[in-house]
């Protein structure tokens, strides 16, 4: 039978392991943080070489767009740590 100590035992094992990332999703993680860095600068070129306003202002804010989910990724990794 187990005791209250041995469940705040486990509780904290399963905290400490749930906050560790393996390494297939690890690999994920990376390969989505690559991947929305290098859209975020294909877009902000595309901004830069576009005459058209609309168009100018919608590559802006894809640029944006994948900042923001490289950022939110790399948080999640880093909380992860």
Known sequence: MFSVND???NQNMNVQSAQKIDANNLKVVEDQLNYEALMNKKFSNYADYCTDAELKNLCQ??????????????????SHQ
């Open 7 to 9: 469940n705040k035992n």
């Open 61 to 78: 804010q894809s640029a944006q767009k994948h900042k923001q989910h490289y950022d939110n990724l790399l948080n999640y990794l880093n």
